[in-house]
């Protein structure tokens, strides 16, 4: 089946870092990527949509500069949180689907990435 | 907007059967989906309505009635490891049904 992997699983790190997390479909091509991101006993929150070869499309009250997406091929798309505070510490989750819209296809999500921000 | 309605938690005992329900009201419909999500860890796949009726697959089952705006998803023959949240997702009419919207999930706690 649909297999989407997510890297890295946790990252730990100073203030005003920024972190890279990856997210690659490995068995097919996904033209499409979703960013979620869920804070503890809370549900799923959709940060953006993530469009190969093009720029990627931010819900409300996301902040594009600081969470930069860059889908530069069909098997990838990057999250990048720049200047990360304490209040970025969160579990972000990468989602892709293989087919096209209509089809009962379901996303298919990463492990997901624990970040924490001391 | 789309609105998704679950409970919030549930308990059961090991062996039983237990029953989630989700309600929803969408302005356009394109199919319901059900994840399992254990805690710390990502959603995993369940189930897809698109159909009214009981989609059967294994000890799980899910149904759909489209005129009521309403599924639920069936758990027979209850495990331990069965303890998790159950998100409710449907496509979001106003992304051309690209994006899910997702229920706050109902948290399964199975005791022995």
């Known amino acids: 089946g649909a297999v989407v992997s997510q890297h890295p699983s946790w990252v730990i790190c100073k203030s005003g870092t920024s972190v890279k997390i990856e997210c690659r479909s490995l068995?097919?091509?996904?033209?499409?990527m979703f960013w979620y991101r869920q804070f503890p006993k809370q549900s799923l929150m959709l940060m953006a949509t993530?469009?190969?070869?093009?720029?990627?499309?931010?819900e409300q009250g996301v902040e594009k500069d600081k969470f930069l997406i860059n889908h530069a091929s069909l098997t990838l798309s990057t999250l990048t949180v720049t200047s990360a505070h304490p209040e970025d510490s969160s579990f972000y989750i990468c989602s892709a689907r293989d087919g096209v819209t209509g089809d009962g296809k379901p996303q298919h999500f990463g492990d997901g990435t624990r970040l924490s921000i001391l | 907007g789309q609105n998704i309605d679950q409970p919030t938690e549930m308990t059961a005992t090991e062996g039983a059967i237990v029953q989630i329900n989700c309600t929803y009201q969408?302005?356009?419909?394109?199919?319901l989906f059900w994840y399992q999500q254990h805690a710390g860890e990502a959603p995993t796949f369940l189930s897809y309505?698109?159909?009214?009726g009981l989609e059967e697959k294994g000890r799980f089952s899910s149904f759909l009635s489209r005129s009521k705006g309403y599924s639920y998803l069936l758990l027979k023959e209850l495990q331990m490891k069965d303890s998790a949240s159950y998100l409710c997702?449907?496509?979001?009419?106003?992304?051309?049904?690209?994006?899910?919207?997702f229920g706050t999930g109902t948290r399964l706690l199975v005791s022995p």
């Open positions: 997702a449907v496509r979001d009419p106003n992304t051309g049904f690209q994006k899910l919207v």
């Open positions: 309505n698109v159909l009214d």
């Open positions: 068995d097919f091509q996904a033209t499409t």
């Open positions: 969408t302005s356009g419909f394109n199919g």
């Open positions: 993530s469009n190969e070869g093009s720029k990627a499309t931010y």
